[in-house]
């Protein structure tokens, strides 16, 4: 997806589906060291979906040395392309902006046993 596809309001609404489908597949990988999925650790910073049905993430780590990288990297790719409908995933990982716990869902921020309003 190189080039910058301009959707339509009706695209969004075909796409709604598939985006909703997408965000659970990121839900069931989880980070090795946290027992939290990456989604709700805030590791995916961009998704984006065209008209083909291809998906684009941009995501990082909880730190840039690790170990599990391309494990959790083959896991994102392999999650989202078995969606129903999802034709490809591209994954560029990113550190920056270096992720920090801000970044968390409250949900994540609950199953850690942290307060969700800090």
């Given at each position: ?14 796409l ?5 489908d997408v ?13 939290v ?11 984006h979906?065209n ?8 995501m990082?780590?909880t ?10 990297l ?7 392309e078995?969606v129903?409908?999802?034709k ?10 270096v992720?920090?716990?801000?970044m968390l869902?409250?949900?994540?921020r609950?199953?850690?046993g942290w307060?969700?309003?800090?």
């Amino acid at each position: 997806m190189a080039q910058e596809e301009v959707l339509t309001p009706q695209d969004v609404k075909e796409l709604a589906p598939l985006y909703e489908d997408v965000v659970l597949a990121l839900k069931q990988v989880y980070d090795p060291e946290i027992p939290v999925n990456i989604y709700d650790l805030g590791l995916i910073y961009e998704l984006h979906i065209n008209k083909d049905h291809d998906v684009s993430i941009q995501m990082t780590f909880t730190a840039p040395n690790c170990p599990m990288a391309d494990e959790v990297l083959a896991e994102v790719q392999r999650s989202v392309e078995d969606v129903p409908g999802i034709k490809s995933c591209t994954i560029d990982l990113v550190f920056e902006p270096v992720w920090d716990q801000s970044m968390l869902s409250d949900e994540a921020r609950v199953a850690l046993g942290w307060d969700p309003e800090f």
